[in-house]
T-cell receptor
Framework: DTEVTQTPKHLVMGMTNKKSLKCEQH?????MYWYKQKAKKPPELMFV???????INESVPSRFSPECPNSSLLNLHLHALQPEDSALYLC????????????FGAGTRLSVL | QKEVEQDPGPLSVPEGAIVSLNCTYS??????FMWYRQYSRKGPELLMY????GNKEDGRFTAQVDKSSKYISLFIRDSQPSDSATYLC??????????FGGGTRLMVKP
């Protein structure tokens, strides 16, 4: 089973709203990732968690706040987003020692109005 | 210069054709090479990965890496309409992070 589950599938929010994206995997992977993907572009790395600790933040604005409550869960808290933040947000995970082999979820399609 | 370059397409072929998808890369330190398939409005699905140079076959798919020319290929035999998707090549940089090509959109027409 190589399943990474993301909820919700779609999200529409206003610029003053606060919302959260959720990601879950039960493969025992110890690294989890958030990516942002705009239309017709490849995924862009946002954050990396390794053993539940934030190890990489690719200069992402503070209106995006990641959280890793435990080794199976990854959240992305959203606040005061801009319309240009509308994109597909992807979660991925990888096994210890095989960080290059990442498995992606189906993504949350976010629209900011 | 991007570290991984890929022709965006679209590439349109008739059903049953052999498809060749290609990438070039610039970083000699790259060792692992991946191909992801992404259907519209879905997440990328890992198709195949190879280590260093050589070929790897899985059913109708063959991944090929030529490190001497820094060239990565994915061949699809007997292509089907269900193969219509965007194909992303990727490699791993020194920080163990994926570096994606821009993706090639493939359309297989019945």
């Amino acid at each position: 089973d190589t399943e990474v589950t993301q909820t919700p599938k779609h999200l529409v929010m206003g610029m003053t709203n606060k919302k959260s994206l959720k990601c879950e995997q039960h493969m025992g992977h110890r690294a989890m990732y958030w990516y942002k993907q705009k239309a017709k572009k490849p995924p862009e790395l946002m954050f990396v968690y390794s053993y539940e600790k934030l190890s990489i933040n690719e200069s992402v604005p503070s209106r995006f706040s990641p959280e890793c409550p435990n080794s199976s869960l990854l959240n992305l808290h959203l606040h005061a987003l801009q319309p240009e933040d509308s994109a597909l947000y992807l979660c991925a995970s990888s096994q210890e020692g095989s960080e290059n082999i990442q498995y992606f979820g189906a993504g949350t399609r976010l629209s900011v109005l | 210069q991007k570290e991984v370059e890929q022709d965006p397409g679209p590439l349109s072929v008739p059903e049953g054709a052999i498809v060749s998808l290609n990438c070039t890369y610039s970083n000699s330190a790259f060792q692992y090479f991946m191909w992801y398939r992404q259907y519209s409005r879905k997440g990328p699905e890992l198709l195949m990965y190879t280590y260093s140079s050589g070929n790897k076959e899985d059913g109708r798919f063959t991944a090929q890496v030529d490190k001497s020319s820094k060239y990565i290929s994915l061949f699809i035999r007997d292509s089907q309409p269900s193969d219509s998707a965007t194909y992303l090549c990727a490699s791993v940089n020194a920080g163990n992070m994926l570096t994606f090509g821009g993706g090639t959109r493939l359309m297989v027409k019945p």
